[in-house]
Structures are given as C-alpha cells and as structure tokens.
C-alpha cells in the first residue's frame, strides 16, 4: 500500500506547487489537501509497520524464552536419569557374574541404590541451584 501511496502524494504535491493554466487556486488547495492527507496515511502505515516490527520482536523473544525453558528442563532431566539408565543397562546384560545376581536381596538393594543416586543427583543439582 506504502508503494502505490508515495507516488501518488508526490503527484498531487507537485500539481499543488506548480502554476497550470487549466487550474485554479481552489483546485491547487484541493491537491494540496489531498497530498497532505496521503501523507498523513503514509505516516500511519511507516507507524503499523513499526509496531508490527516491535510486536514480532517481543512475540520471538517470548516463543524463546519458552523453548530455552523447555531445553533446560530436558537438561535436568537427562542429568537426573542418565547415571541410572547406565547402571541399568550395564545390571542389565544377561552374564554371569553380575553383583548380587544369586543373592535374594539384590534387586530389592539395585533399586534402592538408584533412588538414592537419583536422588543425590537431584539434591546436587538443587544444591547447585540448578534446579
């Protein structure tokens, strides 16, 4: 709209200044009015503009601030889990040997043990005040 708008202000601007024969001083403060009002229109657009430009900043910044949230929560998530999901793993392979494999208790005592490095995990972190 700003592109068809310039010109045509222009146009009725420099009728309004130039002395035409054909025209009288009526018409010439017709086309001046009407150049002034496109370029008030003019301003009012270069001004939505603007302010769709800020509301798109503030609209990124926010969807922003959303995802590093979510990436920082996923973060703690994976420190939290990730010592527990290697001890299950490695408890987890079907050898002989395994600690604990022949004893009653060890099951009861791996699961025990990894609430409390999860656990201990989760307290560092808190401690650290990342959590």
């Known amino acids: 709209m700003r592109r068809y708008m310039s010109p045509q202000r222009d146009v009725y601007a420099r009728l309004a200044s130039e002395r035409l024969s054909w025209m009288n001083d009526d018409q010439r403060r017709r086309m001046q ?9 003019l301003d009012e657009i270069d001004a ?8 798109t900043d503030e609209i990124s910044q926010v969807m922003q601030e959303s995802l590093n949230r979510r990436t920082y929560t996923m973060s703690l998530m994976a420190m939290v889990f990730l010592p ?10 079907n050898l002989g040997g395994i600690p604990g ?7 009861a005592l791996f699961c025990i043990m990894l609430v409390v490095l999860i656990g201990g995990v989760a307290w560092w972190l808190h401690r650290s005040r990342w959590l």
Do not use: K
């Open 33 to 41: 009015d009407i150049a002034d009002r496109l370029g008030r229109g």
């Open 101 to 107: 494999g022949g004893w009653a208790f060890g099951f």
């Open 84 to 93: 527990s999901t290697f001890l299950t793993g490695l408890f987890g392979v």
């Open 48 to 55: 939505c503009i603007a302010r769709t430009g800020v509301m």
